[in-house]
């Protein structure tokens, strides 16, 4: 993509485009998913709706993104009069299109997760090879900053991918949660990536916010529409991908650290999901009701107070990067710091709280 040339649309243009074209096609997604029956049917605590709801809201998404990319395409073609695209382009589309109909295909029909897994590797591989690979990490210990990854660079990207692509799955099981947190975690790499120049990929990051925004109206609580895996797998397949094209030329000497900083929130909860069902005994792609929405959902949280308290979280460390890549490490630890003790401190007070009504209940039944 570094042939494409913009003029002072380069991407305001892609985001204003996805966002109309989700918002309007959302309601035709929701229509189709009740036609395929690709609807979710409230069967066990885990699910926090009390009624079925179609599950196909990432088509839209998808459509939005797509959409823009066609943009993006012409706007290429008028001002450079080349219709050629970068490999790396061409990669995270053919990688995007498998991620969507395996994706509708389970939300209609439900696959293995085995299966699903095979083609999440698959669609990573053919991102890797199109050129899009973490190159370096950061090395505190080094003179340079970083270190090389030479050829552990294609597995390390694969898993990058993968996990991603599922960890934004994962925290999927709140109304407007993971769009939310995809959203936020893309205008901070859209900052990022204008902060830094790079245009090609401030491009596609505009369109996957844009559509992302475009779709939430209809899944913020009460959700109308659920984006299902179509949508929870692309977003976070999208977001992986577009993360290391934003750090491939770009804040090399804190590579990986700002993308991980900026999808904080779904990495925790993946990391914690995966170990304590290890550690029960449980196969990691098995579902349960411990994820850190349940957690807070438990301790007295409503639907929409949860999700805002992690929008909350998830901005807070979309800054930490945002200061991470244009400030520098120290100021991006002390504001890190400062987000942990407020997290810690609101999390405390608020269990004492419930804690406390809890006894004035105990109290109100024991005189009754």
């Not at 401190?345 to 024991?366: H, L, P, Q, T, W």
Request: charged letters at 15%; proline letters at 4%; one cysteine or more.
């Amino acid at each position: 993509m570094k042939n494409i040339v913009f003029f002072q649309m380069e991407y305001i243009l892609p985001f204003i485009i996805a966002f109309i074209v989700a918002f309007f096609t959302t309601p035709l997604a929701r229509k189709l998913a009740f036609k395929v029956g690709a609807v979710d049917v409230p069967k066990d605590e885990r699910r926090m709706h009390d009624k079925p709801l179609p599950r196909l809201g990432g088509l839209a998404i998808f459509a939005g993104f797509i959409v823009a990319i066609l943009y993006i395409i012409i706007a290429n073609y008028i001002y450079t009069g080349s219709m050629s695209l970068d490999s790396r382009f061409q990669g995270l589309l053919i990688g995007s299109f498998i991620i969507i109909s395996v994706g509708i295909i389970d939300d209609s029909r439900t696959l293995k997760p085995w299966v699903k897994l095979i083609f999440q590797i698959i669609a990573a591989l053919i991102v890797v090879l199109s050129g899009i690979t973490i190159q370096e990490i950061t090395n505190p210990f080094s003179a340079f900053g970083f270190t090389s990854l030479g050829f552990l660079s294609v597995p390390l990207t694969v898993i990058w991918i993968v996990g991603i692509t599922n960890a934004i799955n994962f925290i999927d099981g709140l109304d407007g949660l993971a769009a939310g947190v995809s959203s936020i975690a893309l205008l901070s790499l859209l900052f990022i990536s204008i902060f830094e120049q790079q245009f090609g990929v401030v491009a596609l990051i505009a369109a996957l916010a844009g559509a992302t925004l475009g779709f939430l109206p209809f899944n913020f609580n009460p959700a109308k529409i659920f984006m299902g895996d179509t949508g929870s797998n692309f977003l976070g397949f999208a977001l992986a991908a577009v993360s290391v094209m934003g750090m491939m030329k770009s804040y090399a000497t804190i590579a990986i650290a700002v993308p991980l900083l900026v999808l904080a929130l779904p990495i925790f909860d993946t990391a914690f999901a995966i170990l304590r069902r290890l550690f029960n005994g449980k196969p990691i792609m098995q579902a349960d009701r411990g994820h850190l929405h349940h957690k807070l959902i438990d301790m007295g949280f409503s639907q929409k107070q949860t999700v805002i308290v992690l929008y909350i979280i998830s901005g807070f460390l979309g800054i930490c990067a945002i200061e991470l890549a244009t400030k520098g490490v120290f100021r991006a630890i002390i504001l890190l710091f400062s987000v942990a003790v407020f997290v810690i401190a609101g999390a405390k007070y608020v269990e004492d709280m419930n804690s406390e009504k809890s006894r004035d209940k105990s109290g109100e039944n024991a005189e009754k």
